[in-house]
């Protein structure tokens, strides 16, 4: 059974451009979560998406958005990029809203 | 403001000497505790949920133990491929019945010599 896949594996921006992350839930689950994870603030929640609906929202500026399409595949956007933003963002699917979560191995984003 | 914190921050044992996590944690309304393993370049790794003080949960050396203020991950003789750093994540109810997203601890590094 394929695990999460998360595409790109790395990336490499400019401040002030835009970047979508792409998210491919395991076969069957209908939840997509989003994570932020950087060495000094750790794991942090970004949104949650069911069934193409946003369930949930962590403390987060605007400029980070996401979506879910039908097929459960998930995308995030993040616009206007910082510096700060460099991070590895993870993804993590389960079989419905606060379930179990399975996480991918994440996109690497580095702004310069 | 709720919290969890996780000790000691790094560890490093002996192979076959076995020690404890802990991961405290100040929620009102807890879900569900998680304890994930996560190896260096790569997501977080799911070992366990518990729901309600005194559960306890084990998978091969390791088992988790929760009560209403903490939770332990209990490390049994150990092997040098259980390195890697372990986090804990707890998961608030909200008071319709809905529950938030994880809020993760900083993590125990853990490093086992042979």
């Known amino acids: 059974k394929a695990g999460v896949t998360q595409t790109p594996r790395y990336l490499i921006k400019t401040r002030g451009q835009q970047v979508t992350l792409s998210c491919s839930p395991i076969s069957g689950h209908r939840s997509v979560s989003w994570y932020q994870q950087t060495p000094g603030q750790g794991l942090q929640f970004l949104f949650e998406y069911f069934s193409e609906t946003q369930r949930n929202k962590g403390n987060f500026p605007g400029r980070f958005s996401g979506r879910q399409f039908s097929n459960s595949r998930s995308e995030m956007n993040v616009s206007t990029l910082e510096l700060g933003d460099s991070a590895l963002y993870l993804c993590?699917?389960?079989?419905?809203?606060?379930?179990?979560?399975?996480f991918g191995s994440g996109t690497r984003l580095t702004v310069v | 403001e709720d919290q969890v914190t996780q000790s000691p921050e790094a560890l490093r044992l002996q192979e076959g000497e076995s020690s404890s996590l802990n991961c405290s944690y100040t929620?009102?309304?807890?879900?569900?505790l998680f304890w994930y393993r996560q190896d260096p370049g790569k997501g977080p790794e799911f070992l366990f949920t518990?729901?309600?003080a005194g559960e306890e949960k084990e998978k091969e050396r390791l088992k988790a133990t929760l009560t209403k203020k903490e939770s332990f991950l209990h490390i049994t003789a150990p092997k040098p491929e259980d390195s890697a750093t372990y986090l804990c994540?707890?998961?608030?109810?909200?008071?319709?019945?809905?529950?938030?997203?994880?809020?993760f601890g900083k993590g125990t590094h853990l490093i086992i010599q042979p």
């Open positions: 929620v009102s309304g807890l879900r569900g």
């Open positions: 994540a707890v998961q608030m109810m909200y008071s319709g019945g809905g529950a938030d997203g994880l809020t």
């Open positions: 518990l729901y309600s």
């Open positions: 993590a699917s389960s079989q419905q809203v606060n379930y179990g979560y399975t």
